[in-house]
């Protein structure tokens, strides 16, 4: 029979002897367990905010084109081909996937954009307004006048254009562009907003323009949009939503590619994962700075017990009974830092992801990977972290146990009852 | 022709010395021992500090190593086992009552006293039923859930010699036991070890400086510079050597 519980009732109770100092490791091991779940909370927040500013501002999460699209953007490759397609059925057919909760389409031009003797040249960005504000967030970054109305020639544009151009909302521009059918379409334009992403690049190279009007500019026909943006139920699952949607359209007609917004924004992806790989770093420096302070107080209460350990020994217990109690120690040391951990930090990261604080009073924000990042350190939660960091926690504390547990072993019997 | 099988010693050393590399010189502290305690014998082995007594019990205890010689427990020769064969043969076989009575602070005295069947693996009602015997028979019912925080110097060493015995061994070796207690507390642990020695049979190994436990022994040694001076036995005068 094993002699396993006598080692666990000694090493629970050996946890009460000195109640300061379980308390004191414990609460060292618990909030090591709160640093690292909040820690990963604001590098996953940070991502999601990397995330829904790199997708949510022009990209959206998930895009359908041409097959031969991208990466040339050739402005004849329309989705459907010259053809072009029933627009509002293809919008319809994509709005009625589960996984879909939005579609914007979008037509692109290159072209100047002049004002008296200032030209410049710009993206002529094309889209249906309504739907582009369930996609994107870009029209909501309007900081003078409204949004462009199709059918009245009215145009938005980032407000560095908008500078360098000195015009101003009500000023009038005349965009000029290498239409379709070979001609160059131009046209008087009225400027009716000027956005600001703080982007800096896509505030002075954009230009919004409704899609109707850009299609009569481009001598396109109504049904030919170059991209249909979507929004998703699951913006982390969208590679596999992208597949799901590609599947659903292979009877289309002519090919379509679906992209998620980690194909789209590589660069974005990749930062996302980098930090993502930050998370294990994170756990790992703080469970390693904890295990070397556990350890130490194990090594001390080791020393102490020195003579009870030779008691045993006498008593006819083997060196690995007298390891085993020490990690038995360990393991409940363990168990109780984890509740008192979990106690704690469940209540603080709900408040923490309910209010985050803003320090934009104290710091502007930056753009990182194309994505605007803003100083609020907001905090994001997800079912792995806490068990991660719980895993991480136990095994601290076992790994702790094992040298006093090994020096224990190495007690030797009759010195230590001379003492 | 003896068709009679003799049994072995419970204790038999041949040429034993235990040696400490100590600086400037090595401490002799046990030189060529050879004893033979025999089954159900109460021996007190007394002598002034530093003359080896303790070393001779853990030498017998299978506690430390010894530098020379061998030595038999109960007919197994014991000096070169492995740590976890000794631990064995300890937890089976051997008693230890020490001093500074050294029970576990974490545990009460029913579970200090059912220490041993507890590491046996012994069933709990068995275990229960064997020491409460010990406790009524040591005065000791009523203290069963006491933590050795809550009990006399007495109390404690009557517990200690309740878990050295309460698994039956063949030999208790017993490190001053009495040294720690006043003159009426260790006459009546005396008795208590006298009764085990007589009834069960249990063989008694002491080390000791107080003259009462040298009047009780059966068989007296002294020892002086880790070598038996004298070996008396009460009964029956000197031992040969």
Known sequence: MSDDPVWRRIAWRNLGRHRGRTLITASALAFGYLAAVLMVGLMDGMNAELIENGTGLMVGQVQVHAADYLPERNMHRTIGGYEGIDLAGFLRRLESDPDIVAAAPRLYGGGLVSSGDQTLGGVLFGVDVRREGEVTTLLSTLREGRAPRAGAFEVAMGSEMARQLDVKVGDQVVLVAAAADGSMGNDLFTLAGVFSTGTPALDASHVLVPLPDLQYLLAMDPGRVHEVALTTTRPWDTPVIAASVERSLSAFGPPLRVRPWTELRPELAESVELMGSMNWVIIVIVFAMAIFGVANTMIIGTFERRKEFAVVRALGTTPLGVGKTVVYEGIFLGVLALAAGAVVTGPVLVWWHNRPPDLSGIVGGFAWSGSMWRPILRVEYSWDTPIVAAVALFVTSVLAAVYPAWKATRVPPADALAD | ?241
Do not use: C
Not at chain 2, 33 to 40: A, K, N, R, S, Y
């Open chain 2, 1 to 241: 022709m003896n068709d009679t099988i003799s049994t072995p010693p419970a204790v038999r050393t041949e040429d034993l010395w235990k040696v400490y590399p100590q600086e400037p010189e090595p401490v002799e502290a046990v030189k060529s021992l050879d004893l033979i305690v025999e089954p159900g014998d109460f021996v007190a082995m007394a002598g002034p500090s530093g003359s080896g007594k303790t070393t001779v019990l853990n030498l017998l205890g299978g506690l430390t190593r010894p530098t020379r010689g061998r030595i038999w427990i109960d007919g197994e020769e014991v000096s070169d086992m492995r740590d976890r064969d000794l631990a064995r043969l300890r937890l089976e076989r051997i008693g230890f009552v020490f001093q500074a009575y050294n029970l576990l602070p974490v545990l009460t005295a029913l579970e200090n006293a059912e220490f041993t069947l507890l590491l046996r693996g012994t069933p709990a009602e068995e275990r229960h039923r064997r020491v409460m015997d010990l406790f009524r028979e040591m005065g000791l019912d009523g203290l069963e859930d006491r933590r050795p925080g809550r009990l006399s110097g007495g109390q404690q060493q009557r517990v200690a010699v309740a878990r050295a015995v309460a698994g039956d061994p063949a030999l208790v070796l017993a490190d001053e036991p009495t040294a720690n207690l006043d003159t009426a507390t260790s006459a009546a642990l005396l008795d208590v070890m006298e009764r085990l020695n007589r009834e069960r049979g249990t063989t008694f190994v002491f080390s000791t400086h107080d003259p009462r436990v040298m009047e009780r022994a059966r068989r007296l040694i002294h020892l002086v510079d880790g070598e038996i001076e004298s070996d008396v036995r009460r009964d029956a005068g000197a031992v040969a050597p």
